[in-house]
């Protein structure tokens, strides 16, 4: 009897510990911002806990694990960030008013660690409020049906060919 009251005890413990409310969920990292190659707004939706991207495919809707598409928008920020930290932590530490030797250095390492950052992100989120300021600012990203990165439009960045 005690054998089976423990039992009881340890089994409702483990379904108590895998209720939704404990369950980390990832978010959408670039919700509001990924468009279609029509320019039409991708909706952000949950299927189960999975965060995920629907596209409309002529009234079918195509759902894309958001992981997919934000791990691309990602990975394409670090190869522009790469070679650059120096610069970029500079202009950084300038614009948060800590224009000293440690403020550089602690950004520039963040910068270099980044790509370690990505599951920590995906569990956080990027801020409602930084989301409407790049949208704001004209930050885009267009997807294909199949959750490919078609371009990233950044506004005021230059490219190779300017």
Known sequence: ????????QVLERWYLSMSDTNLPSQKHLFAGLIFDEQDRP???VYV???PCYVVNDQ?????????EVDRQVFDSIIKQIE??????SEQ????????????????ANQLKNISQQFPLLLLTGIPEETRAYLGMTGFKII?????????I???GMSTDQE
């Not at 070679?83 to 970029?88: A, F, K, N």
């Not at 950084?92 to 602690?106: H, V």
């Not at 997807?143 to 371009?151: D, P, S, Y």
Request: net charge negative; charged share 20%.
């Open 143 to 151: 997807i294909n049906l199949h959750g490919e990165v078609v371009e």
């Open 83 to 88: 070679g650059h930290e120096e610069i970029i």
């Open 1 to 8: 009897m005690l054998l089976g009251c423990l039992t009881l």
């Open 92 to 107: 950084a530490a300038k614009m948060l008013g800590q224009d000293d030797p440690f403020s550089k250095a602690l950004i």
């Open 153 to 155: 439009i950044q506004p």
């Open 42 to 44: 991708v909706e952000a």
């Open 59 to 67: 009234g079918f809707r195509r759902h894309i694990p958001a992981i």
């Open 48 to 50: 189960g806990h999975e």
